[in-house]
């Protein structure tokens, strides 16, 4: 990814209340990742973020459409993309990740950058089966295909009714009889 500034969010500057920013995320954004998931799209993300002493929370509120490629007829299409996802800020000694919505920095970190975070809550926000939307609403060929038996222990030609003694070792029959 290219360093682009006009993500970042100036904290060092911010008073410890509640700010709102707004971001227009376009073919140009996308195009700062080395990546072909998303080429293309317009989405909009509102941010609230709320500075304390101890700890920042950003909010993202992300609405808009994504171009994606079709998996069944390789047809692009719009997707559309909602979400919602926090991200707690923590400071802390050093700059880590502590988890995928955790992070701390140093209290002299002047600012936040946020464009990484948009880009992975737009793509966590994809369905993993991408569907053209004149495919989306068919009903399966097939409502069973996906009940379809993949393993089973029984043999060729086993009756169901001997589940319990057939397969089962001889020993551990005789140990039933122990009761």
């Known amino acids: 990814m290219k ?3 006009q993500y970042d969010i100036n904290i060092a500057k911010l008073a410890d209340k509640t700010h709102h920013f707004a971001f227009d995320l376009d073919k140009a954004f996308f195009e700062q990742f080395d990546q072909q998931l998303i080429p293309d799209g317009q989405v909009h993300a509102d941010v609230t973020l709320t500075k304390t002493d ?9 609405h808009g ?3 994606q490629i079709c998996d069944r007829s390789l047809d692009e299409y719009d997707q559309e993309v909602e979400a919602q996802e926090q991200l707690l800020v923590r400071f802390g000694d050093q700059n880590l990740e502590l988890d995928d919505n955790v992070l701390q920095i140093t209290p002299d970190t002047q600012s936040l950058p946020l464009a990484q975070h948009l ?8 369905p993993m089966k991408k569907l053209h939307p004149r495919f989306q609403n068919e009903p399966d060929e ?3 295909a996906d009940a379809k038996l ?3 222990t029984r043999q060729e030609g086993e009756d169901d009714d001997n589940d319990d003694n057939n397969g089962i ?3 551990w029959n005789a140990l039933r009889n122990l009761n």
């Open 169 to 171: 070792d001889p020993r």
């Open 150 to 152: 993949i393993f089973t």
């Open 65 to 67: 459409t994504v171009r």
């Open 54 to 62: 101890r700890l920042i929370t950003v909010d993202f509120d992300l």
């Open 3 to 5: 360093k682009d500034s």
């Open 119 to 126: 880009f992975d809550y737009i793509g966590l926000s994809l």
């Open 142 to 144: 097939n409502p069973e």
